[in-house]
């Protein structure tokens, strides 16, 4: 029984190290698909713990049309690295393309889930501190705003209320059940075939 308190505390260590890379590295690439401000401490800071890894990935995988290719193949090998080591700390064997489509639906959820997050701290920035700035507030404006905006064209003001966040959330979440979870389940059901 001890073993299993330690198989626990194994999948949870290796899941924390490895989520927080991962969004380290996704919002690194978000940030520069939205040309935010990388003087910014919070993106110089991004820059400095990914580069050690992504530098060296640069030389191998060419950017495309202005997207970090390296970004993609270094989130996505660890994503699959991440599955690997839990499934063998919990004595399962996982097939390559199932790891492969799961790696994917995670990255994709975690994409929709840091522009959720994203529109959500900027709603309540909006509500407790309208008009203010700080370097936290300028990325999470710069990651929500390209969803925002078509949104905004849309959907306009009513009574003076922005209905806009609501209506990118709902769509983010349709994503998150319509896209994300059907990728995600191929990926289990190919895994452990």
Known sequence: MGGNYAEHAGVFLIQTLFGLYILAIMLRFLLQWVRADFYNPVSQFLVKITNPLLKPLRRVVPGFWGMDLAAIALMLLLQMLELFLVGVIVGQAFKPLGVLLMSIGELLSLAVYVFIFAIIIQIILSW?????????????????EPLLAPARRLIPP??????SPLAVLILLQLTLILLVSPVKDLGRMLAFQ
């Open 128 to 144: 407790i501190q309208p008009g203010s700035y700080n370097p936290v507030i300028g990325l999470v404006n710069r990651i929500a």
């Open 158 to 163: 009513i009574s003076g209320l922005d209905l």
